[in-house]
């Protein structure tokens, strides 16, 4: 007789597949809670103490981990000398296994949990019998998800398990697995950065393709998802984000989070600020974040962090955006939004710090891994080097806009006031041309008169120091920390411009 072994924390589904496996002439073997589970709807069941001989122990620790039933999946069944030895030692070959783990996500989720809880929740039996059917999958069929068990009970029935079909449940045992031993080492890990890294990611959502048309790709989720991030925001409207939308909404929500003390309006095109608005209202500060850039804000992504009203929300509906993210929305406002079909409407509580975890990049053949850049900027780490001394309006512009240009994309340089970003320089392999950018484009706007420039590293020579001085930059911030600081100092004394150092470089790749 065919014989299925059946235990699961999850018993989902697991009465309706194992009505159908009897149906199909298995023979049920399960264990504690799915045995009583079966039993009690009226199954036919054979309790895992009959086949080892011996009774669960160790608080159910002990149940499974036993030759009667290691040697049942394990035993390959084109090898003549495998069966004769099961068949010696009185072995029924076990034909499927329905197993799913202890909940050691869910369990170490709970803010409460002590140490040792989380402990007893780590999986031994179920993962060990998965691997063995897994590695035997030629013969015994593996099964860890309650949404395969309509697939697999009509696949069993039709005789229809291909080689390929359960190489492919075997391989979703050992992703699975893998996943739970990764978040299980994680929590446990004493070294920031060990020797071997395992990472753990759950599918998140297929996407229509990557950064181009002609790349596949597909979202996933950390194992313990951030509550302050892209993919645990509410899609209350819109389309399904793409790619490219992920990582701007990324970005945008990175920078909020810097501004979070007053309303705070972001705009970003392409992982870079266009540009960044605070007020009293919120809708002083879209109007300011779009008078920033209102060119480069067109197809980007806004972020609010406090709630959109209605005379925002219709400011907004001028303009072709991707996606929009607040906290929330007033009905009147959500209303004028959701008049465009396809606009992403995304809220996400902003009430809430970006998690001192680790990012982590990739590059061929590897990844990086580093802290996040959480440091903010603080006047009292300011150090001024020049012989100008600074007003207390161009120190408040100076923290403004080193938090912002430690979102910009290196070389960086920002040019700003207390209110608002003015110009952006990213990207350029010479912080010269950074600053004729930012500085170019902040020009012809108002708020020009109070701006400051602040640069992300250090200035390598006076050149920009005397660019900007030329074309009306009074003050500067930037980290120092150059062997040639001294002339970028002396330009500053010989032009009357305010220098000041911060001493933290944001270099952004």
Request: aromatic share 6%.
């Amino acid at each position: 007789m065919k014989r299925a072994l059946l235990s699961v924390f999850d018993k989902t589904g697991i009465v309706e597949f194992a009505t159908k496996l009897q149906a199909q002439g298995f023979e049920l073997v399960s264990t504690g809670g799915t045995l009583k589970t079966l039993a009690a709807a009226g199954l036919p069941v054979i309790s895992i103490d009959e086949v080892t001989g011996f009774p669960e122990m160790l608080d159910g620790r002990v149940k499974t981990l036993h030759p009667k039933v290691h040697g049942g999946l394990l035993a390959r069944r084109d090898v003549p000398e495998h069966m004769a030895t099961i068949a010696a030692h009185d072995i029924q070959p076990i034909d499927v296994v329905v197993v799913n783990l202890y909940p050691f996500k869910a369990t170490i989720a709970q803010p409460d949990i002590t140490f040792a809880d989380a402990i007893e929740q780590i999986d031994i039996g179920g993962p060990s019998m998965l691997r063995s059917a897994a590695k035997n999958h030629a013969a015994v069929l593996p099964i860890i998800d309650p949404a395969d068990y309509e697939q697999a009970a009509e696949l069993l029935a039709n005789d229809a398990l291909t080689p390929t079909i359960r190489r492919a449940y075997a391989a979703k045992v050992f992703q699975h697995t893998a996943t739970y031993d990764a978040l299980i080492g994680e929590y446990l890990a004493t070294e920031e950065f060990p020797d071997n890294l395992a990472l753990g990611y759950e599918k998140f959502d297929t996407l229509r393709y990557g950064e181009n048309a002609h790349q596949q790709a597909t979202a996933y989720v950390s194992q313990q998802p951030e509550a302050y991030s892209i993919l645990s925001a509410d899609i209350m409207h819109g389309k399904k984000l793409s790619y490219n939308n992920l990582r701007d909404a990324d970005a945008a929500l990175r920078i909020a989070a810097d501004f979070n003390s007053r309303p705070t309006v972001v705009t970003v095109k392409h992982m870079n600020p266009a540009g960044i608005g605070q007020a009293d209202t919120i809708f002083t500060a879209w109007e300011r974040a779009f008078a920033a850039d209102d060119i480069s804000i067109f197809g980007g992504i806004v972020v609010l962090n406090r709630e959109v009203d209605l005379a925002t929300a219709e400011a907004m509906h001028k303009i072709f955006l991707e996606i929009i993210i607040a906290p929330s929305y007033t009905d009147e406002a959500f209303a004028v939004l959701a008049k465009k079909k396809n606009l992403r409407i995304l809220a996400l509580p902003m009430d809430q710090a970006i998690a001192p975890v680790k990012d982590v990049v990739s590059v061929l053949g590897g990844l990086l891994v580093q802290d996040r850049d959480l440091v903010t900027e603080d006047i009292a780490d300011f150090e001024i080097v020049s012989e100008a001394q600074p007003t207390p309006a161009q120190l408040e512009a100076m923290v403004f806009a080193q938090r912002a240009v430690k979102h910009v994309k290196s070389n960086a340089i920002v040019v700003a006031n207390a209110q608002q970003t003015l110009g952006v320089g990213a990207g350029q392999p010479n912080r010269i041309d950074s600053v004729k950018i930012a500085v170019t484009k902040a020009q012809p706007k108002p708020g020009f008169v109070d701006a400051v420039l602040a640069s992300d590293a250090f200035f390598p020579m006076g050149d920009s120091v005397e660019f900007a001085a030329q074309n009306g930059i009074t003050a500067i911030v930037e980290p120092g920390g150059s062997i040639k600081d001294q002339d970028s100092i002396d330009m500053a004394n010989k032009l009357g411009v305010v220098l000041v150092f911060s001493k933290n470089r944001h270099f952004k790749h």
